[in-house]
């Protein structure tokens, strides 16, 4: 609890410190003067009975209940009085506590001695040239570079009759540019032979295509991108049925040109989405003859489907 008795006080300079308790391994008569200095360097400090003439007295004396008395006294007077802890201040801290709350105290008598706060110079911030601009991004970083990998995917062919199937490949990439050769091999809806209005077997088709693709891609981490194909389509019809209509199996091989819209999208470093909508172009298929009649339901001249799949970036 503080105490402070107002009364008329000349300033003083000359101040006694008479500390008298015992704090382990701590002088405390040796600590205390030397904290009150560093915080009042204009201030006289000097220990116990040292000065007939001092002005103000600090004591600093073991409480009956266990902790500590500080007093400042004049010689006809008690100025303050503060209860301390026994406990939880090392040496040094006790001492700086006691110093702080003596400053305290003759700020508000109006002693204006304190010591100067020594200026900081902080070194200045690193400027960054406007020359450099700023830092590229990693996906800026990697669209540079030459690139390389794997990719498969799974398709639809939106064709009379409708297939579906797989394909593999390989690409590399570098800025804008895409390209790469693949292998897709695609089954169809099996089909119903008839003569005249008699059934008399069914027709299945099957298909691969071997092509290379080139293009190019815009943007960074989803990117659009507009590709042009062209390669060879090997089909092979087979036809199961009865009589002259017996299994029976046609293939015939011609190009295919084409273009497709999609999407890349970078999901890891490593992994990449893709997605393409194709359109296929053909000449009209002259290869297939089936015991001597051409079934009616062969793929059309042109073609379109989807496809969707995964890259992995190997370099």
Same mark, same amino acid.
Not at 9 to 38: F, G, H, W, Y
Not at 263 to 273: A, Q
């Given at each position: ?24 391994? %701590? ?29 103000l007295?600090?004591f600093?004396?073991?409480? /009956? ?18 209860r301390? &802890?026994?406990?939880?201040?090392? %040496? ?19 002693? !204006? ?20 601009? /700023? ?63 008699s059934?008399?077997?069914?027709? !299945? ?19 659009? %991108?507009l ?24 293939? !015939? ?9 999609g ?14 909508i ?13 015991v001597?009649?051409?079934?009616? !339901?062969? &793929? ?16």
């Open positions: 609890m503080l105490v402070i008795l107002l009364a008329a006080l000349t300033m003083p300079q000359l101040v006694e410190v008479d500390a008298q308790v015992q704090v382990p391994n %701590c002088r405390m008569s040796v600590e205390l003067p030397a904290a009150i200095q560093k915080v009042m360097p204009t201030l006289q400090v000097v220990s116990s009975h040292a000065a007939a003439n001092r002005e007295r600090i600093l004396t073991t409480d /009956p209940n266990g902790g500590m008395q500080l007093r400042f006294a004049t010689a006809e007077r008690v100025l303050l009085e503060r301390l &802890p026994a406990a939880g201040y090392s %040496c040094s801290a006790l001492a700086d506590a006691i110093a702080l709350i003596l400053e305290r105290f003759m700020v508000d008598l109006g002693w !204006s001695g304190r010591a100067p706060i020594p200026a900081t110079e902080l070194p200045p911030l690193p400027q960054t040239p406007a020359a450099q601009g /700023p830092a590229p991004t990693p996906s800026d970083t990697r669209s540079t570079k030459l690139h390389g990998g794997l990719g498969v995917n799974l398709g639809y062919a939106l064709e009379t009759p409708l297939g579906g199937g797989g394909g593999i490949g390989v690409y590399t990439s570098w800025l804008a540019f895409d390209a790469g050769l693949g292998l897709n091999a695609a089954r169809f809806q099996e089909q119903l032979i008839y003569y005249r209005t059934l008399r077997g069914t027709l !299945s088709l099957a298909n691969e295509r071997l092509f290379v693709h080139a293009g190019g891609c815009i943007g960074t981490a989803y990117r659009g %991108c590709r042009g194909f062209a390669g060879l389509d090997h089909w092979t019809a087979t036809a199961h049925g009865a009589g002259i209509y017996a299994a029976t199996t046609a293939r !015939s091989w011609q190009p295919v040109v084409g273009g497709s819209v999407y890349l999208i970078e999901m890891t470093d490593i992994f990449l989405l893709t997605g393409d194709w359109v296929a172009l053909r000449p009209q298929d002259r290869g297939f003859t089936i001597g009649a051409r079934p009616a !339901s062969l &793929p059309n001249q042109a073609g379109t489907g989807f496809a969707i799949g995964v890259r992995m970036q190997l370099f």
